[in-house]
């Protein structure tokens, strides 16, 4: 039985749209370091912004939020990172460690 070209097409671009629509993709980057002792960090904040289409409900994801939820008043690193699911939303995750 022969194969319809067009329908194989077909079935290979769906395909292809499912894979690209179900990944998702996180990546982490150092954003800031200061002169303040690492090792001396014990404390850690976070804070979290999450967006759903281009609409940001819970807009906050900056360093002084996760410092103030951290307890922190001297911030020694910080690490931002950001998680896309299915492109349709966007998770913002600032760390911060510090005394």
């Known amino acids: 039985m022969k194969r319809n070209p067009t329908c194989s097409a077909r079935l290979l671009a769906a395909l292809c749209a499912a894979i690209l629509l179900l990944s998702s993709c996180s990546v982490m980057l150092p954003v800031s370091a200061t002169s303040a002792n690492i090792a001396k960090a014990p404390k850690s904040g976070t804070s979290i912004a999450i967006g759903v ?41 600032t760390k911060v460690t510090g005394n």
């Open 53 to 93: 289409l281009g609409f940001w409900p819970s807009p906050d994801a900056s360093i002084e939020t996760a410092a103030k939820n951290g307890g922190i008043t001297a911030v020694s690193t910080v690490n931002v990172e950001v998680s896309n699911y299915l492109w349709l939303v966007k998770v913002y995750r």
